[in-house]
């Protein structure tokens, strides 16, 4: 079996497309989306993302300002400028790129963004709405893989999904999301025995750990969906993912591609929550 490829560009261009008429028929109206994005420090990472995040709401017609700091803005500084872009009108989605230098606590930083500007959905109280199911924003990346999912047309109810990772922005939410969507849920991490026992059981296995090669094709029950959250690089320095594609591919049904799967729905969802969040304002 040959594994049909799940293609986060094309999605993600059909999403967007979706964004621009959402954001044009709110601009229409006078409420014009607008996402503020906040970097403290010169991370070179950090810059690229901040640079495609200020792009994609550009291109879809949604208006965005950028705030770059040096490193040494004070931790007071930044909570101050977060309370001002709470209180702007214009001001729909506030986003601080993560990481923030060692003297700024990055938690302290997310509970000062209002909730109704929460966008990255990374909030206690966002977490909170998630776990119990009520309405919010959802972590971006997570999120976009539900979507990944939802593109094959497979009915999550009832099957078995395999989580790798629990962390706070990408693991954890992924399993609530797939239970939201009446999976039945795993969570693998480092501590876990035999992840491929898991594994091999799974209709559907979500690798998010940042390490190569976490699930290989005798980890993978034929026909599973497969979706690959890392970014690493090997040894030629070629971006890959968690997952050795080329052998797991021989067995699943779907799988996302490194780079080009997940990747672009992660900013795609960070649009879909910020016209969200112009919606909600009224």
Same mark, same amino acid.
């Given at each position: 079996m040959a594994a049909q490829l799940i293609d986060g560009n094309v999605l993600s261009k059909q999403m967007r497309a979706e964004v621009a008429t959402r954001a044009a028929a709110l601009t229409a109206r006078g409420r014009q989306p607008g996402l503020a994005v906040?970097?403290?420090?010169?991370? %070179?990472? #950090?810059?690229v993302y901040v640079r495609n995040k200020v792009k994609a709401c550009h291109d879809a017609?949604?208006? #965005?300002?950028?705030?770059?700091?040096?490193?040494t803005l004070t931790e007071a500084e930044l909570l101050a400028r977060i309370d001002a872009l709470n209180a702007d009108p214009a001001i729909h989605g506030i986003l601080v790129q993560m990481p923030l230098p060692k003297h700024i606590d990055p938690h302290k930083v997310i509970e000062r963004i209002?909730?109704?500007k929460d966008v990255d959905?990374?909030?206690?109280? #966002?977490?909170?709405?998630? $776990?119990?199911?009520?309405?919010?924003?959802?972590p971006c990346t997570p999120y976009g893989c539900m979507k990944l999912i939802e593109s094959t047309g497979v009915d999550l109810r009832g099957k078995h999904a395999v989580v790798i990772g629990r962390s706070n922005t990408v693991g954890k939410p992924m399993a609530l999301l797939l239970l939201q969507a009446n999976a039945t849920v795993t969570i693998c991490h480092s501590a876990t025995a035999d992840i491929g026992h898991h594994t091999r059981q799974a209709d559907v296995? !979500?690798?998010?750990?940042?390490?190569?090669?976490?699930?290989?094709? =005798? $980890?993978?029950? %034929?026909?599973?969906?497969?979706?690959?959250?890392?970014?690493?690089?090997?040894?030629?320095?070629?971006?890959?993912? =968690?997952?050795d594609f080329a052998g797991v591919a021989e067995l699943a049904s779907h799988?996302? %591609? !490194? %780079?080009?799967?997940?990747?672009?729905m992660t900013i795609t969802m960070l649009l879909v929550n910020t016209i969200e969040a112009a919606e909600r304002a009224g």
């Open positions: 906040v970097l403290v420090g010169d991370d %070179p990472a #950090s810059q017609g949604l208006h #965005s300002v950028f705030e770059k700091f040096d490193a209002s909730t109704r959905g990374y909030s206690v109280l #966002s977490a909170g709405e998630l $776990m119990t199911g009520l309405p919010g924003f959802r296995v !979500v690798a998010a750990v940042g390490r190569r090669n976490v699930l290989t094709a =005798d $980890m993978v029950k %034929p026909g599973a969906i497969v979706i690959d959250v890392g970014i690493n690089r090997n040894e030629a320095g070629k971006l890959c993912g =968690d997952v799988i996302t %591609p !490194v %780079p080009g799967g997940v990747g672009p």
